[in-house]
């Protein structure tokens, strides 16, 4: 951290994706120059819905830019636009959309297990 602060617009990021799924993450984590947590935004267009999963070691927090849908332990809920969730290590979690508008959210975990290639300890539910 040479800085001691960092700020970014995630519009200069580039758009990747996640390993597991279609939606448009923004890892910011390294532009911001972040060490004890890792940031992304994370865009979710109608009808796309995120990986369910866990992260071993690492407690979420998930703000909603816009109005956004997260889905804890398969139950969808409504999040109003600036909204906060936190999602403990053990619990799944996935953002979903089943609206006709774009949920923009920005994700954060901590402490930042792995990496953004890859996630570390990200714990994909066994869908049998």
Do not use: K
């Not at 940031?39 to 992260?55: F, L």
């Not at 600036?82 to 979690?93: A, I, L, P, Q, S």
């Amino acid at each position: 951290m040479s800085d001691g602060y960092g700020i970014v617009d995630p519009e200069t990021v580039p758009d990747d994706q996640f390993q597991t799924c279609e939606s448009t993450v923004r890892r910011l984590t390294e532009p911001l120059g972040a060490e004890e947590v890792r940031v992304n935004q994370v865009v979710v267009d109608p009808g796309e819905v995120t990986t369910p999963h866990t992260h071993e070691g690492q407690e979420e927090v998930f703000v909603a830019l816009t109005e956004g849908q997260i889905a804890i332990e398969g139950q969808v809920h409504d999040v109003p636009r600036d909204g906060v969730v936190r999602v403990h290590e053990d619990t799944v979690r996935n953002l979903c959309n089943h609206t006709e508008t774009r949920h923009v959210w920005v994700a954060f975990g901590a402490p930042p297990v792995g990496t953004a290639e890859d996630f570390g300890a990200y714990v994909v539910e066994d869908e049998g």
